[in-house]
Nanobody, 124 residues
Framework: VQLQASGGGLVQAGDSLRLSCAASGGTFSVYAMGWFRQAPGKEREFVAAISKTGGSTAYADSVKDRFTISRDNAKNALILQMNNLKPDDTAVYYC??????????????????WGQGTLVTVSS
């Protein structure tokens, strides 16, 4: 599965953004999916993950209650709705394909295919 993330941009604190990840070249609906991010000078970190059906999700504590992960298996699309953005959310955001029939894992070592990333910049 090839992944293409989009939707990043420059916003102000408190604004919202919607990131999309388009999947191609495989059976999207059998995979758990996730979003990760990497801020300048920092390690890549988990943001959110979703099971193959969308029935189970997981979030990093830092984004819980502000971000929502969802998927549309009919459109091979993964979505990250980000509300009430903060300057600390500034990072390159990556979508990633997890295990077949897997659950929403927070470990990047359980993801095997990564998109190219989309930059989100939040100004104060």
């Amino acid at each position: 599965v090839q992944l293409q993330a989009s939707g990043g941009g420059l916003v102000q604190a408190g604004d919202s953004l919607r990131l999309s990840c388009a999947a191609s070249g495989g059976t999207f609906s059998v995979y758990a999916m996730g979003w990760f991010r990497q801020a300048p000078g920092k390690e890549r970190e988990f943001v959110a993950a979703i099971s193959k059906t969308g029935g189970s999700t997981a979030y990093a504590d830092s984004v819980k209650d502000r971000f929502t992960i969802s998927r549309d298996n009919a459109k091979n699309a993964l979505i990250l709705q980000m509300n009430n953005l903060k300057p600390d959310d500034t990072a390159v955001y990556y979508c990633a394909r997890g295990k077949v029939l897997g659950g929403p894992s927070s470990s990047q070592y359980e993801y095997y295919s990564w998109g190219q990333g989309t930059l989100v910049t939040v100004s104060s």
